[in-house]
């Protein structure tokens, strides 16, 4: 595990001035609990280092150890170093950052690069488990129970609490290492799970009635309007998951929420394979881009059915790569 040479690590023990960790935009585990734990890290080895979100930290990564410390961003400070991590590039946290130097972290394919300082491995079950490479190659015994959590919520989340397909021999590895140092497998799925708010429910209801399949069943998803958060007193952060609802669905190899962001003008597509379709190719053919099995974009459309239309054309185009239809949308229009 400690083998591979990361040109970022002596770059983090030399910097002297102030480090920003910076997550995307509506944040998960994956990314809030990496720049936590890097943060938390540095700042045990005497650095001046920062974990900040253009977003405020949700209700379900609350729990999170140091959430209360991460800083709102655009903030005026110019950073000596700032890492983004779990995203394809900057443009993802959605903030200005300013700094004298950037690197990225991240375990998506293809992206912004910033130089060698980069570490990415689309091959790692998450972005903490990059992290933990990292600091393990730095200095193991200084991941206390704190930085073990952070860690292993972005683990456990980003593999579907280990049942999805990047689970392997490794992520268990990674996960008993974890929680030898401290983090607490019961208690994280039970903060992820079971602390669901009424007004939280009563949005699962509305968006289940949107529910459609399309493609003989190919595709399902759901539609998530700005009236349904207004309606039910809830934020954008609890649509946060919902995809998985259609993607639970026997037979559907594509799902798809589309989520209307009205103060930006688009809508926001989250994209799940059960495995024969990458739809990593059909978010960056949007745009967008992630995993072969989780992706996202942004469509920007004047009405939610031209913004359908685009988003089942592109969906269409990546079931025909795969020879699950017969014709793409060039050859049926």
Request: net charge negative; with cysteine.
């Amino acid at each position: 595990m400690l083998e591979q040479s990361i040109p970022l690590l002596e770059l983090l023990k030399e910097e002297k001035g102030p480090i920003l960790l910076a997550s995307h935009e509506n944040p998960d585990a994956d990314t809030l609990g990496s720049a936590l734990a890097l943060c938390m890290f540095l700042k045990k080895k005497g650095k001046k280092a920062f974990a900040g979100c253009k977003d405020k930290v949700p209700h379900f990564l609350e729990f999170l150890p140091g959430a209360q410390e991460v800083i709102k961003l655009p903030v005026d400070e110019v950073f000596s170093l700032a890492i983004v991590v779990d995203a394809s590039g900057f443009y993802r946290v959605n903030a200005e950052v300013k700094a004298f130097r950037k690197a990225r972290i991240d375990h998506h394919i293809g992206g912004d690069f910033y130089g060698n300082y980069d570490y990415i491995d689309p091959e790692a079950p998450s972005t903490t488990a990059l992290i933990y490479k990292l600091l393990c190659a730095w200095d193991k015994s200084a991941i206390d129970e704190g930085i073990a959590n952070n860690l292993y919520a972005g683990l456990a989340t980003d593999t579907g609490f280990f049942r999805y397909s990047n689970t392997n021999a490794e992520t268990f590895h990674i996960a008993k290492e974890l929680v030898e140092l401290g983090a607490k497998p019961h208690w994280t799925f039970v903060n992820f799970s079971e602390r669901e708010s009424i007004n939280k429910m009563k949005l699962i209801s509305r968006v289940l009635d949107t529910l459609t399949l399309h493609e003989d069943g190919l595709v399902a998803g759901i539609s998530i309007f700005d009236r349904f958060f207004k309606e039910t007193g809830c934020e954008y952060a609890d649509s946060e998951g919902l995809v998985n609802y259609p993607r639970s669905l026997e037979g559907v190899e594509v799902a798809y929420a589309i989520i209307e962001k009205p103060e930006e003008s688009l809508w926001k597509v989250s994209l799940r394979s059960k495995g024969k379709v990458d739809v990593a190719k059909i978010a960056e053919a949007l745009g967008g881009g992630g995993h072969k099995y989780a992706s996202g974009c942004k469509i920007g459309a004047k009405s939610y059915q031209q913004a359908m239309e685009t988003l089942l054309n592109a969906i269409r185009d990546g079931l025909y790569r795969e020879g699950l239809v017969k014709h793409a949308v060039s050859q049926t229009t």
